[in-house]
Every structure is written in structure tokens, then in C-alpha cells.
């Protein structure tokens, strides 16, 4: 039995045939033909027996292997790789099938090459998750054959590997390496002009053309006979929480990911930088319950606990209660905070609604209202109409996208911090947002 299911007919062996066939058919038009047709016939049973033989008589067949990453990074490129090597004396063809996950709906994969013996290749691909959760890679399938090419045996591997796909790890590591470095503006970043300084002193330093004469030290230049200068930094420490609105609103997709997607790896990548400049950062997902909580805290590992937690978060197809949200800030976050909160709206109407609970929050804390502007609509908006439904589908986009930039004019009009942004920079604008609130010394 184990025999026959690695057993399998090559594609050239039928070629085989048809000109076996062929023979035949036209021995019956020119005898000298027909003996010859049989000569040929036992030639292909020969060479078939032979290579079930050189497949399954010599050599120790084929070895092959997966490299998968111990975590797939949401919404990025990531590379897979495949490790083969033969055993066979001979120029061995090979053809590949991995079973990707079913999140993938990906059935096509055949990759081609041959070996010779004593050596080894590898094979990289690349996936594009789309979804958090538990991906499973099924079996990793190679058949050989020889230079003959009228058989094929199959070779089985790694049945079942299991990899889960967390928030993007990939960008969150692209924005530490620029935090560190201290090279933000490098992406896109916006620089800040700091008005004023916060209050956290730093260090008294020598005076150089373009610091702020506001701080000399008259006492340290007296001392120093030259002119020295207070150096101040900016307050660290300061509670910082991401929102999350888990609600139905979020579910809308972009680009294959749901805005929830965009705005958990946004969230990743923002409390990593947050937790390098050493302020505090903390999560809350809501919807129709509180359904996450993590306390804003100031340490390294602290990073670990928010991934774990932003993993576990799902779009819930209910309306989100904001009266509920409003209440448990009000319980739980006693300090003055930077309230990040990812929500979207559609009307305006939805936008009143919630207002007063906005508002609520907005007295005691900076709040950040971060909404998507609907990227289908304007690239509708940018596309010449040439017809009559065509203008009245502009004309209708138009609408719901004026709609956004006044749901932005009635927060600020109420001093509410927003953020109106396109879903894939949604990560780098929040970062901007949050250089400038600190700049400007309002948390």
C-alpha cells in the first residue's frame, strides 16, 4: 500500500504512448511498421520497469524541509523557505506542492527544478496574511523522477505545521529601529517646532547659535564667563492609552485588511515608540462590553503583554457603547492620560450621538479621535466622469467626503484632538500626532 501511494504516472509517459499509438495506426497502411511498433513497445515496458527500479531500488529518495517564522507578521510580505536535497546517483527532476493555508485560497503552487546528487537548494516564496490567527501549513509534497521521466514517486513532509499571525511585527520593528536611531523624519515624519519647553529639567550646557535665549543661566554664565544655557526635555512617564473601537463600524475593508487590522498594527508599532521614549502605555478594546483592558505601564516587557492582548482582539458586529467606554476611563485611568482612540464614523449623525461622551473624556484627558477617510470614494472622486450615473456617483462621494472633513471641524471646534487619515498611514500620522502633542507640552 505505501507503495502505490507514492506510485504516480509522469505526464511524458502518455506522450510515450501517443507515439506508440501513432505506430500502430500507421502500420496499417505500412507493414514494415508494425514489427517495429512492437520492438518499441517492449522497450517502453522495459524502461518502465527500470525506472520503478532507479526510484525505488537506489538511493535514499529525497529530503526536504519548511522554514517557517515562530510568528507571521499581519499585513506584510513574509518570507517562507524550503530546504531539499537528493539522494539518488542521478540528475533527479523535482516537482514541489506546498499545501498552504486555507486563509491563503492559494492552490496553484507547483515549483520545478532538478538536483544532482550531493547537492542542496532552497526555495523561497512569500505570503501576505490578511487575517490574525492560527494558520496551518499542510503537507509540504515532492515528486521525483528521473531522466527517463515515465514514473514519479512522492515524497511527504511536515504534515500540519501551525504558525499563528500576530499584529505586524514587521512595521513595529521598522519604527523602533527609526526611534532609536532617532530618525523618524526619515519615513515621512513630520519635525515639530517645540513651543516653548515642557518642564522636565535636563542639564545646563554651553550656549550655541540658535539655542532659545529664554534660557540662559545667568547665574551658571557668571560662574563660567560665557553664556550658558538650561536644556530641558520633554516630560516622560505620562500615561498614554490606545482605544480600540471593536464595534461593526471597523469592519470595513482596504486593501484586503479590515480597518480594526489597521488599527491594531498602528497601535503595535505607536506603543513600541511610546515605551522607548519612556512614557507609559496601556490598551483598552470596547464595543458593546470593555472586552480588553491593560494598564498603562512604563517597562519593556510591558510590550509582550499589549501584542498578547492585541492577538486576541476581534471585530464584534454590534453598535460600540461609548457611555460604557467613557465609564471606565472615568474609574480606571485616575492620572491625566493621552487618550488614543481608533474609531471610525460614516455620518455625522453618528458623530452627534457620541459627542457628549467625546466630550466627557476630553475634560479631564487629550483626547485623540483617529477616523478613516474612505479611499474608495476618492479615488471615485479623482476619476472623470463620463456619463450621467457616473457624475452621480461623484457627486455622492463628494458628499460623504465633505461629510468627514466636517466631522473633523466639529470636534476640533470643541478643542478635540483628530486625526482624519487614509487607512495605510494611519501608523505614521498617529506617530506625528503624538511628536506634537508632547512637543507642544499639552499632556
Known amino acids: 500500500m505505501k507503495f502505490l501511494r507514492s506510485f504516480y504516472i509522469h505526464n511524458t509517459f502518455f506522450k510515450y504512448l501517443a507515439c506508440l499509438s501513432a505506430c500502430f495506426i500507421l502500420s496499417y ?50 518570507p517562507i523557505t524550503i530546504y531539499f536535497e537528493t539522494g539518488y546517483s542521478f540528475k533527479t527532476y523535482i516537482s514541489l506542492i506546498d499545501e498552504l493555508p486555507v486563509q491563503f485560497q492559494k492552490r496553484d503552487f507547483n515549483f520545478q527544478t532538478s538536483l544532482v546528487k550531493g547537492k542542496k537548494k532552497n526555495f523561497d516564496y512569500e505570503v501576505r496574511p490578511v487575517d490574525r490567527g492560527e494558520y496551518v501549513f499542510g503537507n509540504l509534497i515532492l515528486f521525483a523522477s528521473s531522466p ?6 512522492k515524497f511527504v513532509f511536515q504534515k500540519d505545521q501551525m504558525v499563528p499571525v500576530y499584529p505586524s ?45 529664554r534660557t540662559l543661566n545667568w547665574k551658571a554664565t557668571a ?35 479590515k480597518l480594526l487590522d489597521y488599527a491594531i498594527n498602528s497601535c503595535l508599532a505607536f506603543s513600541n515608540v511610546a515605551l522607548k521614549r519612556n512614557d507609559k502605555t496601556g490598551l483598552i478594546g470596547f464595543s458593546k462590553n470593555i472586552e480588553t483592558y491593560v ?35 472615568k474609574r480606571k485611568v485616575n492620572h491625566s492620560s493621552l487618550l488614543l482612540l481608533y474609531t471610525n464614523f460614516e455620518h455625522i449623525s453618528g458623530l452627534k450621538r457620541q459627542l457628549p461622551y467625546l466630550l466627557a473624556m476630553s475634560k479631564k484627558h ?3 479621535v483617529i477616523f478613516f477617510e474612505n479611499s474608495e470614494l476618492e479615488k471615485l ?9 457616473a457624475i452621480y456617483h461623484k457627486a455622492i462621494a463628494e458628499k460623504f467626503s465633505l461629510e468627514k472633513k466636517l466631522m ?26 503624538y511628536l506634537e502633542i508632547k512637543a507642544r507640552g499639552l499632556l
Not at 179 to 197: D, M, P, V
Not at 381 to 387: G, N, P, R, V
Open 29 to 78: 497502411w505500412i507493414k514494415p511498421i508494425y514489427p517495429i511498433a512492437w520492438v518499441l513497445t517492449l522497450l517502453l515496458i522495459g524502461f518502465f520497469l527500470f525506472d520503478i527500479y532507479l526510484l525505488y531500488g537506489t538511493g535514499s529518495g529525497l529530503k526536504a524541509k519548511r522554514k517557517l517564522p515562530k510568528k507571521l507578521s499581519n499585513s506584510d510580505v513574509n
Open 148 to 153: 527517463l521521466k515515465i514514473i514519479k514517486r
Open 169 to 213: 511585527i514587521i512595521q513595529m520593528q521598522q519604527y523602533d529601529f527609526l526611534a532609536i536611531s532617532n530618525r523618524l523624519t526619515a519615513i515621512g515624519l513630520k519635525k515639530i517646532r517645540k513651543i516653548g519647553h515642557t518642564q522636565e529639567f535636563e542639564q545646563i550646557k554651553e550656549y550655541v547659535p540658535g539655542d532659545d535665549i
Open 223 to 257: 560662574k563660567q564667563r560665557q553664556l550658558m544655557v538650561n536644556q530641558y526635555q520633554d516630560e516622560k512617564s505620562q500615561p498614554i492609552y490606545s482605544v480600540i473601537d471593536t464595534g461593526r463600524v471597523m469592519k470595513m475593508p482596504f486593501n484586503g485588511l
Open 295 to 329: 494598564p498603562a505601564i512604563q517597562k519593556t516587557t510591558h510590550l509582550n503583554t499589549i501584542l498578547e492582548q492585541l492577538y486576541n482582539i476581534d471585530t464584534a458586529f454590534t453598535d460600540s457603547d461609548f457611555g460604557l467606554l467613557y465609564g471606565h476611563i
Open 366 to 368: 487629550v483626547l485623540v
Open 381 to 389: 472622486i479623482e476619476t472623470d466622469a463620463e456619463d450621467l450615473q
Open 408 to 433: 473633523q471641524k466639529e470636534l476640533e471646534k470643541y478643542g478635540i484632538q483628530t486625526i482624519l487619515t487614509k487607512p495605510e498611514q494611519l501608523t505614521i500620522n498617529t506617530i506625528n500626532k
